[in-house]
């Protein structure tokens, strides 16, 4: 079972979040679990503090490493045997990208998620006790609630058994470094506009070709930089650009 433990002063509103949509589910099949943590509950001082001025002045305020530390440690304190990795979510660490979904339900058994508030976590914090920092994309938001949201979410998809099967993502966008084809429903004819003949033939062999054609020109267009990775690209799919762009002309 993969175990996600989420640290923040707002676990009421984090848990609900948990116990709905895919990472729910999991938890109810048994093949997850996911756990929200009250910082506050591990303060050293009567009027349950978790943060104080900064050293050097400056606005804000800045949460005490002692309560962070102490709380992680009772989490490690049932991890026996488990590879763990402590994340803080910070505006400040490296964006996350779907190939570090990947390695974290590889490599680890168990996710410790640190969210921040105010002007973020005391450094020392981060020095003694964070594996990595990450961030969800170059802004800055009120606290790592929602990061973390969407790092659990990323993460809990990918554990084997919570989607019926890998084809439910290992076509999806960024899967392999590409954006993936437009997707349709019924009716065939909505508004006037037509469903692709090629969809309803019924011929798998045709249908796969205008996907990756699909795929790899919505990366060409939307994704420059993700397809510049791609090159050099074989010749089957070479060769379907070059049939795109013959039907354009
Ligand atoms: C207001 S932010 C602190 C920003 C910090 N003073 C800075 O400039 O880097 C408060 C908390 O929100 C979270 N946070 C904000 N933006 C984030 C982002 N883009 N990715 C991940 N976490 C973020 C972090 O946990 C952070 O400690």
Not at 68 to 88: F, N, P, W
Not at 191 to 212: A, D, F, K, Q
Request: with cysteine; aromatic share 8%.
């Amino acid at each position: 079972m993969y175990k996600i433990d989420i640290m923040t002063l707002f676990p009421d509103t984090m848990g609900d979040m948990l116990s709905d949509s895919i990472i729910g589910r999991g938890q109810e099949r048994g093949f997850l679990r996911a756990e929200c943590h009250q910082i506050r509950d591990y303060t050293a001082n009567k009027q349950r503090q978790v943060d104080d001025y900064p050293y050097g002045g400056g606005r804000g305020c800045v949460m005490y490493a002692q309560p962070l530390c102490d709380l992680r440690e009772h989490i490690l304190s049932g991890a026996d045997g488990e590879r763990v990795r402590t994340i803080y979510l910070s505006p400040a660490g490296k964006t996350f990208t779907q190939r570090d979904a990947v390695r974290l339900v590889n490599d680890y058994d168990r996710l410790i998620l640190v969210c921040g508030h105010y002007e973020g976590v005391d450094e020392r914090f981060i020095d003694a006790c964070v594996d990595e920092e990450i961030s969800i994309g170059d802004f800055v938001l009120t606290g790592g609630e929602l990061p973390a949201l969407v790092v659990a979410d990323a993460v809990c998809r990918l554990v084997p058994g919570v989607l019926p099967d890998e084809e439910c993502f290992a076509e999806e966008s960024h899967w392999s470094g590409m954006l993936e084809y437009p997707q349709y429903t019924r009716p065939e004819v909505w508004r006037g506009r037509r469903v692709p003949e090629v969809l309803l033939s019924g011929h798998h062999e045709n249908i796969r070709r205008w996907r990756r054609t699909q795929s790899l020109a919505r990366t060409k267009k939307r994704r420059p930089d993700m397809f510049a990775r791609l090159e050099p690209l074989d010749k089957r799919d070479l060769k379907l650009l070059q049939e795109l762009s013959e039907e354009e002309k």
